[in-house]
């Protein structure tokens, strides 16, 4: 390496070297070899030469503050704030993606739920809904998300469902936990654990559709004992508002109990029984198929939630990080005028030091000639 | 009528309304021509898992 050697020699007659050489050495550390030795060696010849032939003090300086910028020491601050606005820019790319995909996946599963509503509505029409009834042994089924960064959609509805369950609570009453995705179930483990009957996970693998939600709506109805199941789960609204909504599914029973009480389930003996079966099995055939329509409706509202929650929380999330940018180049524009006027000072003060350039200017005249 | 005579034997069989109704959707489907048939089957994947608890603790994950 030319410097070192013209280090080891050490002669008065080659003086001006020896003031940049210090701070190159301690900044060797910091830059990669390659860059460190093209960049150095270069400017030290060209230090050596304008110095020597031309001997002229404003050159000089001009030249020494030149050499300071392909190092790059003077950003130790300045790269911190780089590196940051990288990551910060990488995250804002993330953000942007993800909430496109929520954006064309909401599209498709929107016209699916709206679709779904006419499912419920006769059920709704013909039985009631009833949530108010008080009951016995009440299930409470929390809909929730597999995936997270979706606003507070899960929380809402695990906090609606921990408000019913007290509700619902008393001294010879029994209140049960049926949850449907990790997130719910994440947070209902931590509280509710003696409170869980049954946990579904997985459900969004493949584009929801109505068999495979009756099929678990099956497994529900075989699993879990009830006089009440209360749906909880965020209504899709528009893309900004969830409402979070419960609907409740009365066992057979308890729809015959209260369609002799009178009521809108009393309406039901308005109606004509056609072919042998009696009212019980009528009852109960309905009961059964009116949870699967609902749970269907139910699932798919809660899915179209997320992902509109997804998408809003995503724009906000890549909106912050274009402000965060803003401010950081703020920053960084400052941070690097501030140690670029550092470190003409401290070039000059060492040169001084050294005795290489006595007569200097006052700072505020130190800028390139024009 | 057929269906009505059928209704306590599925009932008996321990199906539930909606497994009756699934094979019964099933069996429409089979029916479709290709390619509607195919497409139709391949709408309808059931996938999730379930894990019963009892007592604050998972039975067994199915």
């Known amino acids: 390496m030319a410097m070192a050697a013209l280090r080891r020699e050490g002669r008065r007659c080659f003086s001006p070297l020896n003031s940049p050489n210090p701070i190159a050495a301690v900044r060797s550390s910091l830059i990669p070899a390659s860059e460190y030795d093209f960049s150095l060696t270069f400017s030290l010849l060209l230090t050596v030469f304008l110095v020597v032939s031309l001997s002229q003090r404003r050159v000089f300086v001009f030249v020494s503050a030149c050499e300071q910028s392909p190092l790059g020491v003077r950003s130790i601050s300045t790269q911190v704030v780089r590196n940051r606005m990288k990551s910060v820019k990488n995250i804002q790319k993330i953000t942007k993606a993800m909430k496109m995909v929520a954006a064309s996946k909401l599209r498709a599963i929107q016209t699916k739920t709206e679709n779904s509503r006419g499912l419920w509505q006769p059920f709704t029409a013909l039985l009631g809904d009833t949530p108010s009834v008080d009951v016995k042994k009440n299930v409470i089924v929390t809909i929730s998300s597999d995936k997270g960064l979706c606003g507070g959609i899960n929380s809402t509805s695990v906090k609606t469902s921990k408000n019913i369950h007290k509700l619902a609570s008393g001294p010879d009453k029994e209140t049960k936990y049926v949850i449907m995705g990790e997130k719910g179930k994440a947070q209902l483990i931590r509280d509710s654990k003696k409170d869980i009957e049954l946990i579904i996970t997985e459900l969004q693998k493949n584009p929801l559709n109505y068999t495979q939600v009756s099929a678990l709506a099956d497994d529900i109805l075989k699993n879990v004992e009830f006089d009440a199941l209360r749906l909880v789960f965020n209504k899709f609204q528009s893309v900004v508002s969830f409402i979070p909504t419960m609907a409740t599914i009365l066992s057979p029973e308890v729809i015959e109990k209260e369609s002799e009480v009178g009521g809108k389930i009393g309406d039901l003996d308005a109606y004509e029984i056609e072919g042998g079966e009696t009212k019980s099995e009528i009852l109960q055939n309905l009961a059964e198929f009116q949870f699967s329509c609902v749970l269907f409706n139910a699932v798919l509202e809660n899915a179209c939630s997320e992902q509109g929650a997804r998408m809003s929380a995503m724009d906000s999330s890549s909106r912050n990080a274009g402000d965060m940018l803003d401010r950081l180049t703020l920053t960084y524009n400052s941070l690097e005028a501030v140690s670029r006027a550092e470190n003409r000072i401290t070039e000059r003060d060492e040169a001084k030091i050294k005795g290489v350039c006595w007569d200097l200017e006052p700072v505020k005249q130190l800028s390139p000639p024009n | ?62």
């Open chain 2, 1 to 62: 009528m057929a269906s009505n005579a059928a209704m306590p034997f599925w009932r008996a069989a321990g199906m539930t309304y909606i497994t009756y109704s699934n094979i019964c959707a099933n069996l429409v489907r089979n029916c479709l021509k290709e390619p509607h048939k195919s497409e139709a089957l391949s709408r309808e994947k059931v996938h999730f898992s379930v894990s019963k608890w009892t007592d604050g603790k998972p039975e067994k994950p199915s």
